[in-house]
């Protein structure tokens, strides 16, 4: 059944900072539209209010002129700069400006006037905005009509909406910077978090969270601290039962050993059915003894006493000795031309890790094929041992490195389940790791890199 695939999601100091544009955005638009629908409604109120007062006063006055003189002079008609004015005597126009007749009014307005009503009315003449009034004069048989250019109004509305818009987007970007900020400041302690986290992860068990100055926080790190303090109890106390059962078993593994080992060097004088169980015990007190000998190493591991000692060392010369050691000397060795002569490894951490390789091989793999050491990059040493047994799944390849685990091919095979393990902890050590792959033709190909060997 394979795993469903994570939903990605966007990391939470940028969903903080979307939030408070977006909050930003929405805010600053409503209040700039209020703002710019109540500055329109007040300077077009104001506008046209003016407009109205100043052509009833000019109407006025040619009302008076008009009732104390029967002839009228169309220059006396006044208009305010960008607009024009007409007056409709019965049927005759008179206009202050000879491009401007009475058509250039709407004609709703003159409908109204004509109806003997006073009106005005906004619209556009040429693409330009105008406010127009007309006013009925019985009095004198007079129609009133009088524009007034809006483009300065226009205008004024037009900065209004851009220093709204400019407004909007300082406000978002301040908001967004905030947000960034403030996530920021409040994701500051769950990163420290982490990084304790994964320190104590890697090893370092006593890493702590220094105190916070807010309450809130301060109370998270002692809680972590707290919960650090607990698991570093708990994992030290485990080392120490695990260290000392081994140290404890050490005695009678000794003794038992030394017993079978006489019962041994008198097998001929046992019945074959003795032997066959003389065969048995030899056989699993060895094998206890090699898991005691591997608890008390990683004991020592886990323990942090056992350092890293790098000296100068011919693969060479080593690797061979190392196979004929431990009854490998006619595996062949292969190392790359690319190797240099000398390079910097912890002798005795190298050949248990090659020791345990080779015994896997043989107990695991029947019988290692091959041995060789390569160099990848400029500082990193890769040694590899390939055997013809019936490899690994690849579901079982990084759980096989972890203590007391078999995969399911040496399952019912002799072996304490510590080997690939140390293997595991030495190349950590070394600055590199453990891995196993298939091998060209079948088997599996185990393989271990150290780091900063030249």
Same mark, same amino acid.
């Given at each position: ?5 994570? &939903?990605?999601? +966007?990391?939470?100091?940028? &969903? ?32 046209? *209010? ?19 003189? /029967?002839?009228? !002079? ?37 409908? %109204? =006037? ?21 006013? !009925? ?8 009509? *009088? ?19 400019? #407004? ?19 994701? &500051? ?13 890697? @090893? ?24 650090? !303090? ?14 000392? =059962? ?16 006489? %019962?041994?060097?008198? &097998? ?7 032997? *066959?169980? %003389? !065969?048995?015990? =030899? ?70 890790? +090659? ?19 390569? %160099? ?18 690849? @579901? ?8 007391? /685990? ?12 510590? #080997? ?35």
């Amino acid at each position: 059944m394979s795993t469903p695939r994570r &939903r990605r999601t +966007l990391r939470l100091r940028t &969903r903080v900072t979307i939030f408070f544009s977006f909050t930003a955005l929405v805010a600053s638009l409503a209040l700039a539209v209020v703002t710019f629908a109540v500055s329109r409604s007040f300077l077009i109120d104001q506008r046209e *209010q003016t407009a109205r007062a100043e052509a009833y006063a000019n109407a006025k006055s040619v009302r008076d002129q008009l009732l104390s003189d /029967a002839t009228f !002079d169309a220059g006396t008609l006044r208009s305010e700069s960008g607009g024009f004015t007409v007056l409709l005597i019965g049927d005759t126009p008179y206009a202050a400006d000879a491009r401007y007749s009475i058509d250039a009014f709407p004609i709703e307005l003159r409908t %109204l =006037v004509g109806q003997g009503d006073s009106g005005q009315q906004r619209y556009e003449l040429d693409g330009q905005p105008y406010v127009a009034i007309g006013i !009925d004069m019985p009095a004198v048989d007079a129609e009133y009509f *009088q524009a007034f250019p809006m483009d300065a109004t226009e205008r004024n509305l037009r900065a209004i909406a851009t220093a709204l818009f400019v #407004g909007s987007g300082v406000t978002i970007i301040f908001a967004g910077s905030l947000g960034w900020w403030t996530s920021r400041r409040l994701l &500051r302690p769950l990163s420290r978090v982490a990084t304790a986290a994964g320190d104590i992860a890697g @090893g370092g068990l006593d890493t702590r969270m220094p105190p916070e100055n807010d309450p809130d926080l301060d109370r998270l790190a002692k809680s972590f601290n707290e919960m650090a !303090d607990a698991v570093q109890d708990r994992i030290e106390r485990e080392a120490r039962f695990a260290s000392d =059962v081994s140290h404890e078993l050490r005695s009678p593994i000794t003794a038992l050993t030394a017993a079978v080992e006489v %019962l041994d060097g008198r &097998r001929a004088d046992l019945p074959d059915r003795s032997r *066959q169980a %003389l !065969d048995l015990v =030899v056989s699993q007190v060895r094998r206890f003894d090699q898991m005691v000998m591997d608890l008390l190493e990683l004991s020592r591991i886990d323990a942090g006493s056992t350092e890293l000692h790098r000296e100068d060392v011919d693969l060479h010369e080593l690797i061979p000795r190392i196979a004929q050691r431990y009854g490998f000397g006619d595996v062949p060795v292969e190392i790359a031309g690319k190797t240099p002569p000398l390079v910097r490894l912890d002798k005795v951490r190298f050949e248990r890790i +090659l020791a345990n390789l080779l015994e896997n091989a043989r107990e695991h793999g029947g019988g290692p094929v091959r041995v060789f050491a390569e %160099l990848r990059g400029r500082r990193t040493l890769v040694l590899g041992v390939d055997d013809v047994g019936p490899g690994v799944a690849r @579901g079982e390849r990084s759980r096989i490195f972890e203590r007391f /685990a078999r995969g399911s091919a040496a399952r019912h095979r002799v072996g304490t389940g510590l #080997g690939l393990a140390l293997v595991a902890e030495h190349a950590q050590a070394h600055g590199g790791e453990a891995w196993v792959e298939d091998r060209p033709g079948g088997g599996a190909r185990f393989m271990v890199s150290f780091q900063e060997v030249t």
